[in-house]
């Protein structure tokens, strides 16, 4: 008789993450092959009766690993910087290497290094900086789109919507964010995020994510702002971002943007054929 703690083959393996306490739940394909519905990652989701993040991420076999991102709401994302920088971690863990090539479904290959003091840091790529990369709905400038408040637009393989303001924590996040995210000018909804510029290279942030909502940090949204910052002249091309949930470390170089700044692999775990049943 198997052992009660002991994983059926029915049962589903992942790994639960987090950077600067945006977490997410990882699935390893390479390991076993997996089905992903709407209805699934919802439930998933659910940090009440799931296991609950911010985004799902699978791994499949790649250059050296690919990587698909899920938002809370089903919905597919190009982009998730703190993910993408919790696997690689971890990757680079098993491997022993010190680099890694990963390849981002929507966003192409991306460099991840360990460096020195052995923090993970990912090129998350050049910005989109175009109308119709980001994408808008129609050409606009956008260092200054025609809404209330003159945000910037950047893409990062997926959409960014930044509010330069005064003071961040005097900002009705849930109400804004929700608002801006279904803004006609956004054809695939957007992140939107609030910076208060604390100095040339020191930046308070706080985000709502596309398809999730309020979240303690986002990387995409970090460079998104650091790239919106500069070109407006308002800091330098590398920065320290403060967010609810912690610091990163964006540098935005020629080969382009670099994130650094903690991961956590927090646990292993399975789900019962039971659960998967139910849905």
């Known amino acids: 008789m198997r052992a009660m703690h002991e994983p059926s083959f029915s049962d589903w393996p992942f790994m639960k993450m987090h950077g600067l306490g945006n977490d997410f739940v990882v699935v390893d394909a390479r390991v076993r092959p997996v089905a992903v519905t709407e209805r699934l990652l919802q439930a998933l989701a659910d940090r009440h009766r799931g296991v609950g993040f911010d985004q799902l991420a699978v791994i499949t076999e790649g250059r050296d690993l690919t990587i ?25 863990d098993l491997s022993g ?3 890694l090539s990963i390849d981002v479904t929507g966003r192409g290959a991306l460099q991840a290094v360990r460096t020195a003091d ?34 910037v637009a950047t ?34 909804r957007i992140n939107v995020q609030f910076a ?13 994510e596309r398809g999730t909502g309020i979240t303690l940090a986002s990387g995409s949204s970090s460079c998104a702002v650091a790239v919106a910052a500069a070109r407006k002249g308002l800091t330098g091309r590398a920065v320290r971002i403060d967010l ?20 956590a692999h927090v646990f292993d775990g399975v789900l019962t054929q039971s659960f998967l049943d139910s849905l």
Do not use: K
């Open 244 to 263: 609810d949930g912690g610091t990163l470390s964006i540098d935005w170089r020629d080969d382009g943007v670099w994130m650094s700044g903690p991961t």
């Open 97 to 99: 290497a010190d680099t």
């Open 155 to 188: 893409g990062m393989g997926n959409p960014h919507c930044t509010f330069f303001v005064d003071d961040v924590t005097a900002v009705d996040l849930a109400t804004e964010g929700a608002r801006i995210e279904v803004h006609p000018l956004f054809p695939e």
């Open 118 to 151: 052995g923090v993970t840091s990912v090129n998350m790529g050049v910005p989109l900086l175009d109308w119709q990369d980001i994408p808008l709905a129609h050409d606009v400038d956008t260092l200054a789109l025609p809404i209330d408040g003159a945000p």
């Open 196 to 208: 208060q510029v604390i100095g040339p290279d020191h930046i308070r942030m706080r985000v709502w």
């Open 68 to 92: 698909t991102f899920y938002n809370a709401d089903g919905s597919q994302s190009a982009a998730c910087g703190n993910a993408t920088r919790c696997i690689a971690a971890r990757e680079m």
